[in-house]
C-alpha cells in the first residue's frame, strides 16, 4: 500500500523548494543528463513559485518568458537554481508537450527565441 501524506505535509514539503531556491531563482535547460547549458530563465525579484495549494507549487511568469539560445543542441533536461546558481531540483524533463517544463522548440540554435509555457510548470507532491 501506497503511503499518504497530509496537504499540509506536501505543501510544507513545496513551499520549502521556492524557500531554497529564493528570489531571482533560475530555469537552466540543458541537453541530455545536464550537459550543455542551452537557455536560462531567470526571475527578478519575485519567487519563482507561488504558494503551494494542496501540493502543488505553479510557476509565475519571469522577468523575461522569451530568451534566445546560448548554445545548439536539443533540450530533454533541466534544473532549478539559486540566483548563485545552486542547484536546488534537477533531472526534470523538457519538451514541447507532456513534460515537466514546456518550451515552444527543443532544439535550439544559438541566437534562437525560445518560450517557456507558464501554465504547464507545476510541480507536484503526491502520496507515493
Avoid: H
Wanted: aromatic letters at 4%.
Amino acid at each position: 500500500m501506497a503511503a499518504s501524506y497530509s496537504t499540509a505535509l506536501r505543501d510544507a514539503r513545496q513551499n520549502a523548494i521556492t524557500t531554497a531556491i529564493g528570489t531571482a531563482g533560475k530555469l537552466v535547460i540543458k541537453t541530455a543528463s545536464g550537459g550543455t547549458t542551452l537557455v536560462t530563465f531567470t526571475w527578478g525579484a519575485v519567487d519563482m513559485f507561488g504558494a503551494s495549494v494542496t501540493g502543488v507549487i505553479t510557476m509565475v511568469s519571469p522577468a523575461a518568458p522569451t530568451v534566445v539560445g546560448v548554445a545548439a543542441g536539443t533540450a530533454t533536461y533541466a534544473e532549478l537554481q539559486t540566483s548563485a546558481s545552486v542547484v536546488v531540483v534537477s533531472n526534470l524533463t523538457v519538451g514541447t508537450t507532456a513534460t515537466d517544463v514546456i518550451i515552444t522548440n527543443t532544439n535550439i540554435a544559438v541566437n534562437d527565441p525560445i518560450t517557456l509555457t507558464f501554465a504547464s510548470c507545476t510541480m507536484t507532491s503526491g502520496n507515493i
